[in-house]
């Protein structure tokens, strides 16, 4: 029996979740003998970008009724196809909604928002992150299957190339519930919770004048960039990149926290980035307890030189 992994795309393209879905199902796979079959809705990118990252199968869902996402009908439709046992997700905010309701409709155990691959295949046992990224638990899956979410950049998309082959289904499935009106794209910058950088300010900066700076420092580093709840509440920032326990959940390689105190409710949404650099003038800032490096001095000097050092080293 095959384990499953839901491949999600935007339109039409993979998100990295989805490789790193697939490298997670991978493992699973290879600890029992199996094989890896990714469900997709609509795709445009060619299944080969599947097949890297070891999926054997890839079911091809058309259906121009689900251009339009609905947890409800994306659920309805996955549960068309797939007849296994364990079905691996991405932890985003779209396949973590698809994710319960299948779950619901199968009569499987769901585990959200694991960490690492299973301890355990019979009882399936996996370690998830609890308590909002302070803790860890190890969760046991009951019953006839499992359904698993995997924490973005967590796992990681691994490259393990398999040749595989697609089937094409053609479905109608019911979409009425949702009508878009209108589609906004928030920004042309990169997806906030797909990214491996993260360079992230808050009040320290005084307004939303001065954050040219935190954009060149992400410019050169390739990052996306971040900010705390109040600098998005008084609209220095958009809501899109307030990240922490009320924003977004993030666990990028590197969080470069400039001018953020590091409240608890912030932590919450940063502290499982795999290293943290803060930057404050307060050598008493509370953040700098759960730094990897800290550097205390004033953001507007550290800044611009930090990003001229970094492009300098990059010529
Ligand atoms: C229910 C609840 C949910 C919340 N959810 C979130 C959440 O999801 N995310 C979140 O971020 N917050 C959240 N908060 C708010 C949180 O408690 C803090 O108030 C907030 O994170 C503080 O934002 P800040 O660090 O940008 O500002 P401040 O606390 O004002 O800190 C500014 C920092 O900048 C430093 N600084 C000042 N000038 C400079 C300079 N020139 N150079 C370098 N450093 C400088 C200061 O030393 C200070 O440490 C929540 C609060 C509650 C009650």
Redesign the pocket.
């Known amino acids: 029996m095959a384990v499953f992994i839901y491949a999600e795309n935007i339109n039409g393209h993979y998100k990295k979740a989805a490789f790193e879905a697939v490298s997670y199902a991978k493992s699973i796979a290879d600890k029992s003998g199996e094989t890896v079959t990714a469900i997709t809705i609509n795709p445009t990118d060619s299944s080969d970008a599947l097949y890297k990252y070891g999926a054997t199968n890839v079911i091809n869902i058309k259906d121009e009724g689900l251009k339009n996402f609905s947890a409800k009908a994306y659920a309805n439709a996955v549960n068309e196809v797939f007849d296994g046992k364990i079905i691996v997700f991405p932890h985003t905010t779209d396949a973590s909604s698809v994710a319960p309701m299948l779950a619901i409709q199968k009569e499987f155990s769901l585990i959200t928002n694991v960490v690492e691959s299973p301890e355990n295949m019979s009882p399936l046992t996996v370690k998830r992150n609890s308590f909002s990224g302070k803790g860890f638990m190890h969760a046991k899956a009951e019953g006839d299957g499992a359904i698993i979410t995997v924490s973005q950049n967590s796992f990681g998309a691994k490259e393990n190339a398999v040749s595989g082959t697609e089937e094409i289904k053609n479905l109608t499935i019911a979409n009425e519930d949702t009508k878009v009106i209108s589609h906004e794209q928030a920004s042309t910058a990169l997806d906030l919770k797909e990214a491996e950088i993260v360079v992230s300010?808050?009040?320290?900066?005084?307004g939303p004048e001065n954050w040219g700076m935190i954009e060149n420092l992400a410019g050169v580093l390739g990052a996306a960039t971040a900010?705390?709840?109040?600098?998005s509440d008084i609209g220095w920032r958009p809501h899109s990149e307030?990240?922490?326990?009320?924003?977004k959940a993030i666990s990028p390689n590197l969080y470069v926290a400039?001018?953020?105190?590091?409240?608890?409710?912030?932590l919450?949404?940063v502290n499982s980035s795999k290293t943290i650099v803060v930057?404050?003038?307060?050598p008493e800032?509370?953040?700098f307890k759960s730094a990897d490096y800290g550097v205390v001095?004033?953001?507007?000097q550290?800044i611009p030189a930090l990003t001229e050092k970094i492009k300098a080293i990059q010529q």
């Open positions: 300010a808050g009040r320290g900066m005084k900010c705390s709840k109040p600098v307030h990240v922490g326990q009320t924003g400039v001018g953020i105190s590091g409240a608890i409710q912030h919450a949404g930057i404050n003038s307060d800032a509370p953040f001095g004033d953001a507007f550290i």
